[in-house]
């Protein structure tokens, strides 16, 4: 029984889940997979789902990127009211001005993204691409709309594309008479578009949005899920350092998606990953990426062992000095740890002095009872996972 198989020759169909900006997590993805040349033979996607589809099949990173990296708020709705584009259109600032738009104007123009489409969107080149793509929008008429683009007259491409991107607080898409919102109100995540069309082989991009999720039409697919393991931001939040991290995010979880880099939150090449594994086990190597997180450290790259090793050593005698400055006055010794851990306030509190990982390795190197002396609350344990994994890299360097 043979189980290579050569990635570039398997055929996939690729699905953009909906989710406004938070659609930057899949620029990354498909950066990764137009980078490991894998073979996608279709896309559908839901609202920036679809938007972002259009722009796969114009094999056109930079254009991406390029969007992504200059993207406003006001290059998506056209309102009178001045709002803050520096913030989520849902945050208190902006809401109340945009409700009241809304209601005095019975729906926000769709004008200005019509405009952003037109200006990133090439029509030829999304009809003349082998791939194959489709998009869903909802019907007034109650209904969700599956449309590939053999469906679409190629001069209603756009008007199409802003139906499936309508989100609720636009006015209605008016095509041909017939009123359109976005098709996350019928399914934001089109998996069925591709398995009615015989694909086996699935990828699917979840960047957490709002909307409904239909019940797969057949258990007989495979699925690969590539969805972000911490938090993207809002649905429409253009703060662009938080967009780039996402498209970041995206290219390093498809990455990993396929095995081209390992690790439980953190990154690192396959070959450096195996070093790690000879000198710690799995479980330790989880706490060392804890305690990276904790400490802050960025995660936003692929590591090599010895890098990501002297990154953690630097933060943990950083801390070492702030915690023999303070330890003291703490008065930590064997016989009051449980009274420093009956009140679960007083140890946030040191834990946010930026001791935690030093504070907990001390209390569990005086007392090998530690864990079964006191209440381990859930707060607490990714720090004393965190701790017994330090003490192991610790050992390991002297």
């Known amino acids: 029984m043979k189980f290579e198989e050569n990635i570039e020759e398997k055929e996939y169909g690729l699905v953009l889940a909906g989710g406004g900006t938070k659609g930057a997590y899949q620029v990354g993805v498909y950066k990764a997979l137009k980078g490991m040349k894998i073979n996608v033979k279709a896309v559908v996607g839901t609202s920036i789902g679809a938007l972002n589809g259009a722009l796969v099949l114009q094999d056109d990173l930079e254009k991406m990127l390029n969007l992504y990296g200059s993207i406003k708020l006001n290059d998506i709705l056209s309102i009178d009211s001045k709002i803050d584009e520096t913030k989520d259109i849902f945050s208190l600032k902006n809401i109340a001005k945009i409700t009241k738009e809304y209601i005095e104007k019975r729906g926000i123009s769709n004008d200005a993204l019509r405009k952003t489409i037109e200006k990133y969107i090439d029509v030829d080149k999304i009809y003349n691409s082998d791939v194959d793509f489709g998009m869903i929008t909802f019907s007034t008429k109650n209904k969700g709309v599956e449309l590939f683009k053999k469906d679409i007259p190629k001069e209603k491409m756009v008007d199409f594309l802003l139906a499936s991107s309508c989100f609720p607080i636009f006015k209605s898409q008016n095509i041909d008479g017939e009123h359109f919102f976005d098709g996350g109100l019928y399914d934001n995540m089109p998996i069925n578009m591709l398995i009615k069309k015989g694909y086996k082989n699935i990828i699917v991009v979840d960047v957490t949005g709002m909307g ?145 990982i030093t504070l907990f390795m001390d209390f569990i190197e005086q007392n090998s009872l530690f864990e079964e002396k006191i209440l381990v609350r859930a707060t607490f344990k990714e720090y004393i996972q965190s701790a017994k994994s330090m003490i192991e890299l610790v050992n390991t360097v002297k």
């Open 212 to 356: 409904l999720k239909r019940k797969n039409a057949s258990k007989n697919v495979y699925i690969k899920m590539i969805k972000p393991n911490e938090k993207v931001g809002g649905t429409f939040d253009f703060n662009k350092q938080q967009m780039k991290k996402n498209i970041e995010l995206g290219y390093l979880d498809t990455l990993k998606s396929f095995n081209k880099v390992q690790g439980f939150n953190f990154y690192f090449k396959p070959s450096e990953f195996n070093k790690m594994l000879e000198l710690f086990s799995l479980k330790t190597i989880f706490g060392l990426e804890c305690a990276a997180k904790i400490y802050g450290i960025d995660k936003y790259k692929i590591y090599e062992k010895d890098e990501f090793l002297e990154k953690l050593m630097i933060e943990y005698k950083k801390e070492l000095n702030n915690y023999k400055t303070i330890k003291k006055s703490l008065n930590i010794r064997k016989n009051n740890i449980k009274n420093i851990f009956s009140n679960s306030r007083s140890v946030l509190k040191l834990i946010n002095k930026g001791i935690g």
